[in-house]
């Protein structure tokens, strides 16, 4: 399944925290979303990976992405060894999007950084025709995305760009709320975590504001790209 925007990121959760604006006004204008989640986030101190997969479906349900999947990668240990290459790529080929959305250049989660820059490296070795990847036992084409964004985190990164989701924004908080076991729940007899205080939501609602001010809206989500965008005309970004 091709789709316009392929958001690839380290953890279920991710994808809501960075990004989950820009995927609801994406397809709100017609383009068409698929998540790859690498790992199935199993040293997070709260939950399990069944729960968090029960969460990610849930939330991508609500997003209206195309599909979500999980690579089952090693949490915590994310690195660009050639084996997870290949898993990206082919992916990447198989999906053939325009856009690639991943995770933070710079990062409290050494995970988030890792991915980054596995994601990048992948990018640029999916077009390369002497390098071969099988799907299904047949060779796939290859393919190099025209854009890499990469979302900003916990850790702040001045954006190259910024989209407005002002109108997206509740809904954002409703998939990042899909994940209960990660996040503030008074209920929870869990142990305490770096995201599970209430402090965190408001932090999350704090940088969209903040990303918002930017450009003069009420909430935004920025991101930083690794090679200027081509505009036919300056018209476009009036």
Not at 68 to 77: Q, V
Not at 132 to 154: A, C, D, F, G, V
Not at 205 to 221: A, F, L
């Amino acid at each position: 399944m091709n789709v316009d925007i392929l958001v690839i990121m380290a953890h279920p959760d991710d994808a809501e925290l960075c990004c989950s604006g820009t995927i609801l006004a994406s397809i709100d204008k017609g383009l068409s979303v698929g998540i790859i989640d690498l790992t199935k986030g199993e040293l997070g101190t709260r939950g399990n990976k069944d729960i968090r997969e029960s969460e990610a479906s849930a939330s991508a349900k609500l997003l209206n992405v195309k599909f979500r999947k999980n690579l089952g990668f090693r949490d915590g240990f994310i690195n660009d060894d050639e084996k997870y290459i290949i898993e990206i790529i082919k992916k990447i080929r198989l999906h053939t999007p325009d856009i690639i959305i991943t995770n933070s250049i710079k990062d409290r989660h050494p995970d988030h950084e890792n991915t980054a820059k596995l994601v990048q490296k992948s990018c640029f070795l999916s077009g390369l025709i002497k390098y071969q990847t099988e799907y299904n036992n047949n060779i796939q084409n290859p393919h190099r995305p025209k854009i890499l964004m990469h979302s900003i985190q916990n850790d702040y990164v001045e954006p190259d760009l910024v989209v407005d989701v002002s109108d997206y924004f509740l809904k954002k908080m409703e998939s990042v709320k899909c994940f209960k076991s990660q996040f503030f729940n008074p209920n929870s007899d869990e142990p305490e975590s770096f995201i599970s205080s209430k402090e965190f939501l408001e932090f999350i609602t704090s940088r969209s504001i903040e990303m918002g001010h930017k450009i003069g809206v009420n909430h935004g989500e920025g991101f930083v790209l690794r090679q200027p965008i081509k505009i036919n005309n300056i018209s476009t970004i009036i």
